[in-house]
Nanobody
Framework: QVHLVESGGGSVQAGGSLRLSCAVS????????MGWFRQAPGKEREGVAT???????NYLDSVKGRFTISKDNAANTLYLQMNGLKPEDTAMYYC???????????????WGQGTQVTVSS
């Protein structure tokens, strides 16, 4: 239905930047919400940033002012610009799509395979 492929992860030092990309294919009309999530080993999955079909966004408090979610509808691509990275940002990052209302939730319908982000001090 919706296929998501993340890229752009890597290893950076604290204070560095990365831009994650998520290529979206399939039936994009059903993707009301798009989001970035992350999970570190041994920790719970958490929402990082979401964006809905109107462009409205939500961010995890700890990334506000540092991360920016955006999308290029023509290119069918979701982005997460990450600046001022901190060691606690280290995690596997996933993009996801949800069919309907309510974006700030973990209950998304479609998920990518993840891309690793590692931030060293």
């Amino acid at each position: 239905q919706v296929h998501l492929v993340e890229s752009g992860g890597g290893s950076v030092q604290a204070g560095g930047s990365l831009r994650l990309s998520c290529a979206v294919s399939g039936n994009t009309y059903i993707s009301y919400c798009m989001g970035w999530f992350r999970q570190a080993p041994g920790k719970e999955r958490e929402g990082v940033a979401t964006i809905d079909s109107t462009g409205s966004t939500n961010y995890l408090d700890s990334v506000k002012g540092r991360f920016t979610i955006s999308k290029d509808n023509a290119a069918n691509t979701l982005y997460l610009q990450m600046n001022g990275l901190k060691p606690e940002d280290t995690a596997m990052y996933y993009c996801a799509a949800k069919r309907w209302l309510g974006c700030w939730t973990l209950l998304y319908n479609y998920w990518g395979q993840g891309t690793q982000v590692t931030v060293s001090s």
